[in-house]
Nanobody
Framework: QVQLVESGGGLVQAGGSLRLSCAASGRTFSMYTMGWFRQAPGKEREFVAAISWSFGNTYYADSVKGRFTISRDNAKNTVYLQMNSLKPEDTAVYYC??????????????????WGQGTQVTVSS
């Protein structure tokens, strides 16, 4: 089992920045990919970014490319999501997720085995 705890959410004005953290504990050696997803009210959970745990390859949704950066600190078992130039449409609950194996794609929620409880990000206009 892997436990994930997100932190760093909050209220920010449009154009501002936030950094989310996701601390992993438990069987962290089994992690293959770490991802960030978000879910706005009335919408489905959507992919934001992912990073391979071993090699650090990164992947982004088109909507955040150039504004968000995912990174990891293997020694701390922590993944970060640096969010810059935030827009009101970035408002959502952000979830951290971990996959224990490669399942063909990193953008689907079904590819991940473990989820955090989520952290709210609100961007005011």
């Amino acid at each position: 089992q892997v436990q994930l705890v997100e932190s760093g959410g909050g209220l920010v004005q449009a154009g501002g920045s936030l950094r989310l953290s996701c601390a992993a504990s438990g069987r962290t050696f089994s992690m293959y990919t770490m991802g960030w997803f978000r879910q706005a009210p009335g919408k489905e959970r959507e992919f934001v970014a992912a990073i391979s745990w071993s090699f650090g390859n990164t992947y982004y949704a088109d909507s955040v490319k150039g504004r968000f950066t995912i990174s990891r600190d293997n020694a701390k078992n922590t993944v970060y999501l640096q969010m810059n130039s935030l827009k009101p449409e970035d408002t959502a609950v952000y979830y951290c997720a971990a996959a224990s194996a490669y399942r063909g794609s990193y953008v689907y929620t079904s590819s991940y085995d473990y989820w955090g409880q989520g952290t709210q990000v609100t961007v005011s206009s």
